[in-house]
């Protein structure tokens, strides 16, 4: 004998069909229920209890919960890897889209870190670079855009100095009040996936000098971790500087020097906030005057 559902339990379950693609969207699984189990959600429609609360509102207060935290926690370790990072405040929200490229030479130098920055963990993994060209060429600018890209793409701990403050705070270990050791202060510089040094080549070039960066790049060399030089000097200086044993490392893995041979960008720059404070400054004098007129 057939069983023929009543009028009564028709009327005690929502459309099936209707329940799933409402359970579907919501991504939690259902089974119809009686009516008397539904809540009348004014967002959702019927929808199941879940201590007298509508689950669909609990379920998407759940996500929003979920996705907070993740967000939190994902600006806690930016600041993290940022506050690492040591990049002065100057510099420190210089990015890719921000670099000017207009001439030729400047838009290939921005290919290259763009793709240094795709390929950093495969085809450019341990590969060394050095930026040499005059004051203002955006040398500094471009090698933090790459840091920035890479914490923010991958994640990646990242660190920049300057030469003569990484010998400095290397030397400072070296005092009896010090409280961190000497090798503390080393593996800061030995450890990140990639280190940006500036101003290459403007110390004295002491042997005590030359020992501490060579132990530094080494490690660096030994363990395939990236560095970028960034110098003001010729080549035949900034090689008498870094000396053969370096430069020999950093070639080894195809290293390169990139050379940004073109007018600073610094009177340009200058030249742009000056015609832009002009501007306000017409801008002002003209609202002024119209207040004048109108009074």
């Not at 959600?41 to 509508?54: D, I, R, S």
Request: net charge negative; hydrophobic share 35%.
């Amino acid at each position: 004998m057939t069983n023929v559902n009543s009028t009564d339990d028709v009327d005690d379950e929502l459309n099936f069909r209707e329940q799933e693609e409402q359970m579907e969207k919501y991504g939690f699984y259902w089974m119809p229920v009686p009516r008397d189990k539904l809540i009348e959600c004014p967002q959702h429609g019927w929808m199941p209890t879940y201590g007298m609360k509508c689950r669909a509102c609990l379920h998407e207060r759940e996500k929003q919960e979920q996705e907070l935290k993740a967000h939190n926690e994902y600006i806690r370790r930016w600041n993290e890897r940022k506050d690492y990072a040591d990049i002065p405040p100057r510099f420190e929200k210089c990015e890719l889209s921000t670099y000017q490229a207009t001439l030729p030479k400047q838009i290939a130098t921005l290919n290259f870190a763009q793709k240094f920055v795709a390929g950093f963990d495969t085809i450019y993994k341990g590969r060394c670079f050095i930026f040499s060209g005059q004051i203002g060429t955006g040398k500094t600018h471009l090698a933090i855009a790459i840091a920035n890209a890479l914490m923010r793409k991958e994640g990646f701990y990242v660190k920049y100095t300057t030469v003569s403050t990484m010998i400095r705070r290397v030397r400072a270990t070296w005092r009896s009040d010090s409280e961190v050791s000497e090798s503390e202060v080393l593996n800061r510089y030995a450890q990140p996936m990639l280190l940006i040094l500036d101003e290459v080549g403007i110390q004295s070039g002491s042997d005590n000098e030359l020992s501490i960066l060579f132990e530094i790049l080494n490690w660096r060399y030994m363990h395939r971790k990236s560095t970028i030089f960034i110098t003001n000097l010729t080549r035949d200086k900034y090689i008498s500087f870094l000396g053969a044993r370096v430069i020999d490392r950093l070639r080894e893995d195809g290293g390169e020097e990139i050379v940004f041979d073109w007018e600073s960008f610094r009177p340009i720059l200058g030249r742009q906030a000056k015609e832009a404070a002009n501007h306000e400054q017409d801008l002002s004098n003209e609202v002024g005057s119209q207040i004048v007129v109108d009074n």
